[in-house]
């Protein structure tokens, strides 16, 4: 990897692979995919009903709060309002455990339930006023360039478009999308964090999304629904790398036709 660390406002991190801690089996499960995942952020939705499991044991119990910096995020809020109040409530529980997440959070204003896309106007909405609070807002956008650079323009520390569908699993669905994000919102300013955000699969989709220049991934699902969730935890840490690396080598141009790996000159003639 590039010894040079993954800066995000004040934050900054050797791994590049943010990783969520939803919809594991169980949190011990949880605890090990992180382990194994090699991440440094693990992000956490804050509405208090996922903060406890059946036996009501909370997940924070779970987390080695002075190894992670938690990324507190809004999950499941509709509204501005409620992304707000959410955002809030994540930076007094990170406060009270010292955590240095408490400063940041990814920010996520949901339009409907059935494709979680997010709404660009809440979203934005919610952005604005978080940063005015002191936020370094993280914030999950659609594949949409337009609205990335609004959102850019509002004060986003970071832009985070979607690959596809939250959990969907589809991999990066519109590439051509996320390389015109990346290059607006690196214009003039080519330090500037763009993470993928929702929809990876499996560790080639992790790949792809560095391939084009990401700066890094975030993910939750394609680890935790995997058959072996330990295994894909591992299989994606090192996609990341992969595609960290060959984005920085330089692929060979594309051709339509063969070209022979090894000299024609000087072959020997029968």
Known sequence: MDPAPLKIGPYAFRSRLFVGTGKYSTYELMRECLEASRCEVVTVAVRRERLYDAQNRSLLDFLDTKRYTILPNTAGCF??????????LGREILEQLENPGASWVKLEVLHDKKTLLPDPIGTLEAT????????????????????????????????????????????????????????????????Y??????????????????????????????????????????????ALDAGFLAARAGRISRKLYATASSPVEGVIVY
């Not at 509204?79 to 809030?88: K, L, M, Q, Y």
């Not at 659609?142 to 650079?149: G, N, Q, R, V």
């Not at 991999?171 to 300013?189: A, F, T, W």
């Not at 560095?210 to 058959?227: F, S, Y």
Request: charged share 20%.
């Open 79 to 88: 509204t501005a309002e409620d992304a707000i109040r959410v955002a809030r």
């Open 128 to 191: 604005r006023e978080l940063i005015k609070d002191g936020f370094h807002v993280m914030v999950y956008s659609s594949d949409d360039p337009a609205a990335a650079c609004r959102l850019k323009e509002a004060g986003a520390t970071s832009v985070m478009p979607a690959g596809s569908p939250i959990g969907s699993g589809q991999g990066v669905l519109n590439p051509n999308n996320i390389r015109i994000i990346l290059e607006m919102l690196k214009e003039g300013d080519p330090a």
């Open 193 to 238: 964090p763009v993470i993928v955000d929702a929809g990876v699969g499996t560790a080639s989709d992790v790949t792809i999304a560095m391939e084009l220049g990401a700066d890094g991934v975030l993910l939750n699902t394609g680890i935790a629904h995997a058959k072996d969730p330990v295994a894909m935890a591992r299989a994606m840490a090192h």
